[in-house]
């Protein structure tokens, strides 16, 4: 008998068809293991609840919110008549769903005539999707006839700072939840994403909380894994729209797996493993359209050492920044001047290099905000240090990830040679000491190219060497 969280993100959870799908997915499961699920809300719906705060904020329109509701409502019940059959379980579900639609509704209008929407009002509309998706999700395991109840994350013991939009869980937290869901009884299904403070208001944990939700919860009730269900075959090697030989990691470690999310690659968030990692809780990625394959497990140790590289992945929306200037040479203060500016913009930096020469900085952002950050960077230069700005747009950022590369002579050569040979070239290169990811620029029409030589050359897809 293993003891498991499972998470299940917005896809999986869509619409009635799959919601019934992740009740058979638990069913399958649960002879041999006991478990607790982790649910976001329905495909969208966090999104959609954050933009009709905004409308609503912005322009007042009572009527406006009473169509989003009725839309809501109108999918929510949908879903519900299509994953349950049972019609008591049916009216208790849609009992709780109406009253919280109800509650979601006056909160709206508040917005309306107030006007202003502040980070504490927003957690609280945001908290709907997963509040509205719970109760569901417990039904369909009662229709399954798996005993279960739902619990918003507060309930469960997730108590946060007031740190709203970007709550972190108190100690306490952990203590709370062992003693509210342990011993199991049937499958407790608790919301993603939002708990509460110590003054008892909804918080939540950042975007895609959910699966931090779960590592939490996991990591309190000393779960033997952690696994969090999608869409795709588990880890991957790389995109298959970019290379269609990309293959399931069967294991990778924590580190590793952290440096792929860093990469866009969308992975898993480093905050969301964690508590996890704290653990030493093993979290694996399944596949929701085949649950009988591993996926792939995440593990502390390093497993495969001979393998070098275990991904390569490419982050195509960026734009790199340079600045020079001879006298930037010797100079203390420069870099900090530069990347505290581009923080206080609200500019996130990707990657950064520059040589000892000391003459050039070169910076990677996200495309949408190179012309913030270049004005930012030019206003802060106005005079001296910095003589030019100068940018480029057609890039994208490739990442090629391994724990065995540390201490690996050669590597730096394979990436660099397979690129000389397709004639692809380099703009800009980083490698962080922890020599667990080198990072480089190419041009963006080179970088799927790119991407599929790499793939090759280190035989990702299992090709020969
Ligand atoms: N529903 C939340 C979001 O869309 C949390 C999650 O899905 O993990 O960000
Ligand atoms: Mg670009």
Redesign the pocket.
């Known amino acids: 008998m293993a003891r498991l969280v499972m998470?299940f993100?917005?896809v999986s959870v869509a619409d009635g068809k799959r919601l019934r799908h992740v009740g058979d997915l638990v069913k399958h499961f649960h002879d041999q293991n006991e478990i607790v699920l982790v649910t976001?809300?329905l495909q969208?719906?966090?999104?959609e609840l954050l933009n009709c705060a905004r409308v609503s904020a912005g322009e007042g329109k009572v009527a406006e919110v009473i169509d989003f509701i009725e839309r809501l409502t109108e999918r929510h019940n949908q879903a519900i008549s299509d994953a349950i059959d049972d019609e008591d379980i049916r009216s208790e579900v849609k009992e709780i769903t109406d009253r919280k639609l109800s509650e979601l509704e006056k909160a709206y209008i508040g917005i309306c005539y107030l006007g202003e929407l502040t980070a504490r009002s927003i957690d609280r509309i945001?908290s709907y999707?997963?509040q509205l998706a719970a109760p569901i999700l417990s039904g369909v395991l009662r229709d399954i006839g798996i005993k279960s109840r739902d619990y918003t994350g507060g309930e469960v013991g997730i108590i946060t700072n007031s740190d709203y939009g970007n709550a972190r869980p108190l100690d306490k937290t952990y203590s709370l939840i062992e003693e509210r869901l342990m011993p199991l009884s049937g499958v407790p299904v608790v919301t993603?994403?939002i708990a509460k403070d110590e003054k008892g208001i909804i918080t939540?944990?950042?975007?895609?909380?959910?699966?931090?939700?779960a590592s939490i919860i996991g990591s309190a009730i000393g779960a033997d894994e952690i696994w969090f269900w999608k869409e795709t075959s588990g880890v991957l090697t790389t995109d298959p729209k970019l290379v269609p030989e990309a293959k399931t990691i069967p294991a990778i470690s924590y580190i590793e797996a952290m440096e792929l999310s860093y990469f866009g690659a969308k992975v898993l968030h480093p905050r969301a493993i964690e508590p996890a990692i704290r653990k030493g809780i093993p979290v694996r990625v399944k596949c929701t359209f085949d649950p009988d394959s591993p996926g792939t497990l995440i593990i502390r140790e390093d497993v495969q050492k001979k393998d070098v590289i275990k991904a390569v992945t490419l982050m195509p929306n960026v734009a790199m920044l340079n600045i020079s200037g001879a006298e930037m040479i010797g100079t203390p203060g420069v870099a900090a001047r530069a990347f505290t500016s581009l923080a206080n913009a609200d500019v996130n930096i990707i990657m950064i290099s520059q040589g000892s020469s000391e003459a050039h900085i070169s910076i990677v952002v996200e495309e949408r905000h190179l012309d913030r950050a270049e004005e930012t960077l030019r206003a802060e230069f106005t005079r001296g240090v910095v003589r030019e700005f100068s940018h480029n747009r057609d890039v994208a950022a490739l990442a090629v990830v391994g724990a065995g590369m540390a201490g690996t002579p050669g590597v730096a050569s394979r990436i660099f040679g397979a690129m000389g040979r397709a004639g692809i070239n380099v703009m800009m290169i980083s490698q962080g000491s922890s020599e667990h990811n080198i990072s480089f620029v190419v041009s963006s029409k080179e970088a799927k190219r790119a991407v599929g030589e790499l793939h090759r050359e280190f035989g990702l897809g299992g090709e020969s060497r």
């Not at 969208?44 to 999104?47: E, P, R």
């Open positions: 998470k993100g917005g976001s809300a969208g719906v966090t999104d945001s999707g997963e993603g994403f939540t944990l950042g975007r895609g909380g959910s699966d931090f939700t």
